[in-house]
């Protein structure tokens, strides 16, 4: 039996949980939505949101995981044995293999740009995007080969291990993602007419906000901070017991909102700058915004610097996915990167079809759908609200109120926090959930 991993440092741990994060969903998903749901209306709802229910469920995780040291199969079969709830684990992991799947999808398209960039294909004011962004992605060879890219440097990271491949990783990309994103800030908010931007995306116009962008915003909450499926569960179960995690929760819920701040500032300003239009849907970030960056002086560069900042966030998502996979079959055992290799190859194998319905797979459908859209659905608004629900009850229904007490408020001095996470754990979450799943399978 080897011995257990662990991280190294408090902050290892911080920076990788908020690796996990800090993804497509702030970077990609949520300015695009923001952009056309009427701006800062959308923010404070999706503040809220994450305050009042991502924040208690990634605390529930964060339990779980630190008070079992065990991944998230063995974590649930730890605390309550001979019984079903493990299967929450299983459902976590079945997930996040599906997830990475097509996240390595949109992982290559952005390594091919940063090709495109480094090989001089865009730049001099000219580079039809719209075109390009067409062309990368029904390219079978290109955008297959550009996910398996992806996939194999995901693949490395985690076969190195907890301490060595993922804390390593995070503590360099995490604050390199920081620096990068402020240099895009000053670049954007120093154009002229910056402070449209500044105003779309802090004025809140509460009228733009309808049923559906409120429910979206409910679901973006999980599928942003990575709560539901159980990875929060295997990070935490690496931390040594005595450590406090309210502390730590609360800072990957700060920089989370954070960062999904500081992409609207590099973004709305230089959008509105440019006289383009916010509402471009998906498009806005491999079409607009490269647009935006072609028309400014040493725009390849900045764009360059975005593309850098938005795989460094894709990848630490990335990790974390992969993690909960290897990790839940290796069960300490050892074998590592052996393992890494055949999952994380298995993951790419199953991803294919997803990269191929951009193009010559496009005209296959799903429910309707197209493959990649069949899996995105199925991940973030089935599996990712079931996973929550049933965590939010197994902790706050199936653990013993005493021994969350004691888990939660070993080293804060703030118990009166605790009956107020418990009521949102017990109540509102599970409410609020049953709501929003109801409403966007089109049950009610
Ligand atoms: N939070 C990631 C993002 O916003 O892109 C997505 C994600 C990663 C969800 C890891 C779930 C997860 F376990």
Not at 108 to 128: A, E, M, P, R, S
Not at 185 to 192: F, H, Q, W
């Amino acid at each position: 039996m080897e011995q257990k991993e662990q991280w190294s440092s408090k902050i290892g741990f911080i920076l990788a949980s908020a690796g996990s994060a800090i993804g497509l969903g702030a970077i990609w998903k949520l300015p695009y939505v923001t952009g056309m749901s009427g701006g800062g209306a959308f923010i404070l709802l999706f503040v809220l949101l994450s305050l009042l229910i991502g924040f208690p469920l990634l605390l529930a995780e964060f339990i779980i995981g630190r008070s079992t040291q065990k991944e998230a199969i063995s974590a649930y079969k730890q605390i309550a044995p001979g019984s079903k709830w493990h299967w929450i684990g299983y459902l976590g992991v079945i997930t996040c293999f599906i997830l990475l799947s097509f996240y390595s999808v949109i992982g290559g398209w952005i390594i091919q740009y940063i090709v495109f960039c480094l090989t001089g294909k865009v730049g001099g004011g000219n580079t039809d995007y719209e075109m390009l962004f067409m062309e990368s992605v029904t390219n079978p060879l290109l955008s297959v080969g550009a996910q398996a890219l992806f996939m194999i440097i995901t693949i490395m990271v985690v076969g190195k291990g907890i301490q060595t491949g993922i804390e390593k990783a995070s503590k360099f990309m995490m604050p390199a993602l920081f620096i990068l994103f402020i240099v895009l800030i000053i670049r954007s908010l120093t154009l002229e007419n910056a402070m449209e931007g500044v105003s779309f995306l802090f004025n809140p116009d509460f009228s733009k906000l309808n049923s559906e962008s409120i429910l979206f915003a409910l679901g973006q909450s999980f599928f942003l901070l990575s709560v539901g499926v159980s990875v929060m569960v295997t990070y935490s179960s690496y931390l040594p017991k005595g450590d406090s995690i309210v502390q730590p929760a609360f800072s990957v819920v700060t920089m989370n909102l954070f960062i999904s701040i500081f992409a609207g500032l590099a973004i709305f300003p230089a959008v509105f700058s440019l006289g383009f239009e916010p509402t471009a849907g998906p498009g806005l970030l491999f079409i607009v915004l490269p647009s935006v960056f072609e028309k400014m002086v040493l725009g390849t560069i900045f764009l360059l610097i975005f593309l850098v900042l938005f795989l460094f966030a894709t990848l630490t998502s990335a990790f974390s996915l992969l993690e909960i996979v290897v990790a839940s079959v290796s069960k300490g055992r050892g074998g590592r990167n052996r393992l890494s290799w055949i999952i994380g190859i298995l993951v790419f194998v199953v991803g294919i079809p997803s990269a191929l319905s951009f193009g010559i797979w496009s005209e296959i459908s799903i429910f309707e759908k197209s493959i990649f859209d069949a899996a995105d659905y199925l991940v973030s608004n089935i599996l990712m609200p079931v996973g929550a629900l049933l965590i939010s009850i197994f902790v706050s229904y199936r653990m013993q109120k005493s021994i969350l007490k004691n888990e939660l408020i070993q080293k804060t001095k703030y118990s009166f926090l605790f009956e107020v996470w418990y009521f949102l754990l017990r109540y509102i979450v599970p409410l609020v959930i049953i709501v929003v799943f109801l409403d966007v399978t089109g049950i009610i």
